[in-house]
Structures are given as C-alpha cells and as structure tokens.
C-alpha cells in the first residue's frame, strides 16, 4: 500500500511559476514509477509527467514540455513537479500516482496509487 499527499497547489497570474509536492510513504517505494496527472473540469485526465526514484524514465506531455520539471527527493521521499511560465489552460486539479509495473507509462489508467489532488487555478 502506497500513500500519497500532494500539496503547493494555488492561485497564480499566467506567467507564473508553481512548484507542486508530493509526499510518498509505503513499501517499496523504490520500485515504484511516479505520474502526475492533471484534470481540468469537464475534461478527461491527462498525463502531464513521469519519473523514477532511481532517475531514469523522466517524460513529459507536449503541453508542458520545456517548461516543466518533475524530480524526486528520495531521502524525503517525495516527488516534486515545477512548472514555469503557467497558462490559463493549465488550471485543473493535479493528482500525484504511483505505478508499480516496471514499465514507465503515461496512462491513467495504468497506475495504481493515487493522491487527493492539489487545485492549480491561473487566471490571465
């Protein structure tokens, strides 16, 4: 059993930046592969990033790409997602999940454990 709690979600003008966390507690944690996911209203879940705790398997969406940073702080086991130069459309909520298939996935459904979520909200 895996439990996640994400927090450093808010309100932010567009232009702005956000650092998102999420604190990560179970078994094996190690083996784990961590996705966030984001949910705008009426829409459907999307991938937005994926890591490892062991480094490799970083990926990102197109929609993020290039001003968006997913890592890890193993010794606090926690997963960190940065994203610069925030858009109106990036408002959803943002869940943090943990897969443990050792194949690196950026679908939903493929993973396991999931947070509450963390509103991000950006108003231009």
């Not at 996705?35 to 999307?46: H, I, L, V």
Request: proline share 2%; hydrophobic share 30%.
């Amino acid at each position: 059993q895996v439990q996640l709690v994400e927090s450093g979600g808010g309100s932010v003008q567009a232009g702005g930046s956000l650092r998102l966390s999420c604190r990560a507690s179970g078994r094996g944690l190690s083996g784990y592969v961590m996705g966030w996911f984001r949910q705008a209203p009426g829409k459907e879940r999307e991938f937005v990033a994926h890591t490892t705790w062991r480094g490799y398997g970083t990926g990102y969406a197109d929609s993020v790409k290039g001003r968006s940073t997913i890592s890890t702080d193993n010794a606090e086991s926690t997963v960190y997602l940065e994203i610069n130069n925030l858009k109106p459309e990036d408002t959803a909520v943002y869940y943090c999940a943990a897969d443990n298939d050792k194949q690196i996935s950026s679908s939903w459904t493929d993973y396991d454990y999931w947070g509450q979520g963390t509103q991000v909200t950006v108003s231009s």
